[in-house]
């Protein structure tokens, strides 16, 4: 009986874990250089956007009759470590998500993981407005989610780059 939960929980694991943004990098790609348009040079408090931005997610959820998300510390350094990569890469990607969702279920026994990344908006509403206007980002934001975290760090020319993982715990 023990083997046959824990194969379930692979398999339902497996599935939740596949949950991730799927908007292609040409398509991510056209609205990060649209978010830039106008732009000017402007000082970016990351830790005040990460705020800002998961009040924003919270209001738009309630808005449309979900419930708010609370706060995942845990996950926290996921979504950091793969803000990193990215801005160490020059790209933006959900590489390894795979490997990043099963840790983040193991450590906050999720039964789902997704995840939104993006990069350049200078705004939190710029980014929000984005992601409620790409289909897959959305989905990921109204997902049927309790937990959120987001990192946003700061590239070497000053521009942002933004993890939001979004789980499920129940």
């Known amino acids: 009986m023990k083997k046959l939960y824990g194969t379930l929980l692979v398999i339902v694991l497996a599935v939740a874990l596949s949950d991730c943004s799927t908007t292609s990098t040409q398509e991510e790609e056209q609205g990060y250089t649209e978010a830039t348009l106008g732009n000017e040079k402007v000082t970016i408090d990351p830790e005040k956007m990460e705020e800002e931005l998961v009040g924003l997610v919270n209001q738009h959820r309630t808005s449309i009759g979900l ?6 510390a845990p996950a926290y350094k996921y979504a950091e470590e793969h803000t990193d990569y ?6 933006l990607s959900h590489d390894n998500f795979d490997w990043r969702a099963s840790q983040v279920a193991e450590e906050t026994h999720a039964v789902s993981v997704s995840e ?8 939190a509403e710029k980014t929000l407005e984005a ?3 790409s289909a ?3 989905e990921a934001m109204e997902g049927d989610f309790t ?5 946003i ?6 521009r942002p780059y933004f993890t939001q993982i979004f789980i499920k715990v129940e």
């Open 153 to 158: 760090q700061l590239d070497k020319n000053g």
């Open 136 to 138: 897959s980002h959305k």
């Open 116 to 123: 939104n990344v993006a990069r350049y908006y200078a705004s």
């Open 131 to 133: 992601w409620v206007e």
């Open 86 to 91: 990215m801005i160490s890469h020059n790209v």
């Open 147 to 151: 937990h959120t975290t987001l990192s």
């Open 67 to 72: 419930n708010s998300l609370a706060n995942s």
